[in-house]
């Protein structure tokens, strides 16, 4: 069946832009998670949805950073004012539900580049 | 706080060597590990995971790893390394809600 997916692949911004990526859960789910991957800080935990509760926010980096799961299914990070700090490939990932020993099945990223 | 440390951020092995990729864990609850595997411009993987039960777990690709809880440690190894097991591994905690706590990976080199 189908696995995670995201969009876009790649996305090259300038400095101060806002962008926006997406995450398509795989069908099912209730749980999505969002993880950034930098070289500096290797990989690192956002943001998690479980079904209809308030996200957990506790990894967000700063409130230039929001999320959004609209019908329980797909999900966008939006980026306010990008800064080059936030260079990095977000991955997403789902699972069916969030607990601690629920695989997570990963999609293949957004490498974002800020100018 | 739970964290992972992985030792040593580059391991080269010969094909068919032993394969063996450490880490080690803090946490104040008893933990769910997990190893991913990452290959170039792709997203994660589960090799294998551990909740409860028995201590040695085999995963996918024959890997396996072995949970000690007083060592605190759960290193993976292979028996024999295959040129395409070349990959970035990553070892993790689960924490509550199952946000997974990674250490900083281990790339995996395998030379003919």
């Known amino acids: 069946g189908a696995g995670v997916s995201q969009s876009p692949s790649n996305k090259v911004t300038e400095k101060g832009k806002d962008v926006e990526l997406r995450c398509d859960p795989i069908?099912?789910?209730?749980?999505l998670y969002w993880y950034r991957q930098s070289l500096g800080q290797g990989l690192e935990f956002l943001i998690y949805?479980?079904?209809?509760?308030?996200?957990?926010k506790s990894g967000l980096p700063s409130d230039r950073f929001s999320a959004e799961r609209t019908g329980g299914s797909v999900s966008t990070l939006t980026i306010q004012r990008t800064q080059q700090e936030d260079s990095a490939v977000y991955l997403c990932?789902?699972?069916?539900?969030?607990?601690?020993?629920?695989?997570?099945?990963f999609g293949p990223g957004t490498r974002l580049t800020v100018l | 706080a739970q964290s992972v440390t992985q030792l040593g951020s580059h391991v080269s092995v010969s094909e068919g060597a032993l394969v063996l990729l450490r880490c080690n864990y803090s946490?104040?609850?008893?933990?769910?590990l997990f190893w991913y595997v990452q290959y170039p411009n792709q997203g994660l993987q589960l090799l294998l995971k551990?909740?409860?039960?028995?201590?040695l777990v085999k995963g996918i690709n024959g890997f396996e790893a072995e949970f000690k809880k007083s060592e605190t440690s759960f290193h993976l190894t292979k028996p024999s390394a295959h040129m395409s097991d070349a990959a970035e591994y990553f070892c993790?905690?689960?924490?509550?809600?199952?946000?997974?706590?990674f250490g900083q990976g281990t790339e995996l080199s395998v030379k003919p």
């Open positions: 069908s099912g789910h209730t749980a």
């Open positions: 949805f479980q079904g209809n509760s308030a996200p957990d």
């Open positions: 990932a789902s699972s069916l539900l969030a607990n601690s020993y629920n695989e997570q099945f």
């Open positions: 551990y909740t409860t039960g028995a201590t």
């Open positions: 946490s104040s609850v008893p933990p769910y």
């Open positions: 993790a905690v689960s924490n509550q809600g199952g946000k997974l706590i």
